[in-house]
């Protein structure tokens, strides 16, 4: 009897680690059919990639005394400006990106925004930036106040008003001069002055800057408002800018990039992107006066660090390609 029951039990066992197995083989099958319908959609070529497509990667926090990260949206812009205690957003991409942008800046160990700052209201600015206030603590949001007859009444700016109103938090209007300290580092407005025509020219323009280092944050201000700030006498050299609108033929004209003389440039802009942003002779401008130019579409999310004597610059992808788009630059 004794050994009728081992056999049983034998059995059993054996047909549960089939089970277990076939469920195991199984699961590994849909990953493989997930990881290679991801890799097609996201253009993964690792699984590093693949686990930020899913929302999964892994983020490594800076330690610096002050970091500025682009984080890779794809064709938008989020801007995280990371001191030793403080934390300030500065927009948050599509509206399909609140989330991986909520998802870097737990990877950076931040719980609290000191500052959200939403550069201006189009939907790859702003888009994701509901998300980031309804699900993180946020003491301060800035906006630019924009022209009556061209206040947006978009699903995102209005679900921005309503996150805003819903957090109990209210809207700091962006003003020229303000200033707002971030441990060592200062955090300046220097645009909107005035109410502007065009919703990329209200864009909140601001400087950053730490020890020696200074950064520059253009949102999508163009040729017009570049030529005000250079009317108004405001020294805007800089170490790093994040370039205008994308790298958009309407942004970073000779005469200002002479003036700010960046050693570095960022351009958030998406793979592939219909307005073959940036534009080829913009590229060529930054390239002629010896910039280095770090691009979210070839380089992922790009990490500046300061110590306020000089910068290191890390990358996502860690590698860099030869410019080869057209020149259409359609918008």
Do not use: W
Not at 28 to 40: E, H, N, Q, R, Y
Not at 89 to 95: K, P, S, T, Y
Not at 175 to 197: F, N, R, W
Not at 286 to 311: A, C, M, N, P
């Amino acid at each position: 009897m004794q050994g009728k029951e081992g056999g049983n039990h034998m059995a059993r066992r054996k047909g549960s680690l089939s089970g277990k197995l076939m469920t195991l083989i199984a699961a590994a099958v849909v990953l493989l059919s997930l990881g290679a319908a991801l890799a097609i959609q996201y253009d993964i070529t690792s699984f590093d990639g693949l686990l930020h497509a899913v929302g999964m990667k892994e983020y490594t926090p800076s330690t610096a005394d002050a970091s500025v990260h682009i984080i890779d949206v794809g064709q938008g812009d989020s801007i995280l400006i990371k001191t030793k205690t403080k934390a300030v957003l500065i927009d948050a991409g599509e509206n399909d990106c609140g989330q991986t942008v909520i998802n870097y800046l737990k990877g950076q160990n931040i719980g609290k925004l000191d500052i959200v700052v939403g550069t201006h209201p189009h939907s790859d600015h702003i888009g994701g930036m509901d998300d980031v206030i309804d699900h993180m603590d946020v003491d301060k949001v800035i906006l630019p106040k924009v022209k009556d007859s061209i206040v947006p009444t978009t699903k995102s700016y209005l679900g921005l008003l309503t996150s805003i109103e819903n957090k109990g938090l209210t809207v700091t209007p962006a003003a020229v001069g303000s200033t707002y300290q971030l441990d060592d580092g200062l955090l300046e407005i220097l645009s909107p002055d005035k109410l502007y025509d065009e919703l990329n020219d209200t864009s909140v323009v601001l400087r950053f800057t730490y020890g020696d280092e200074v950064f520059l944050f253009m949102g999508d201000a163009t040729e017009t408002v570049e030529d005000d700030l250079l009317a108004s006498g405001t020294d805007l050299k800089a170490d790093v800018i994040k370039v205008g609108h994308h790298g958009s033929s309407t942004s970073s004209s000779k005469k200002f990039l002479k003036a700010v003389a960046p050693a570095y440039a960022a351009i958030p802009v998406g793979n592939d992107n219909s307005y073959n942003h940036p534009n080829k002779k913009v590229v060529q401008r930054y390239e002629d006066l010896g910039v280095q130019i770090y691009r979210s579409d070839r380089d992922g999310s790009i990490v500046f660090e300061t110590d306020g004597k000089g910068i290191a610059v890390k990358t996502e992808k860690g590698s860099k390609t030869a410019d080869n788009s057209p020149e259409r630059d359609k918008e």
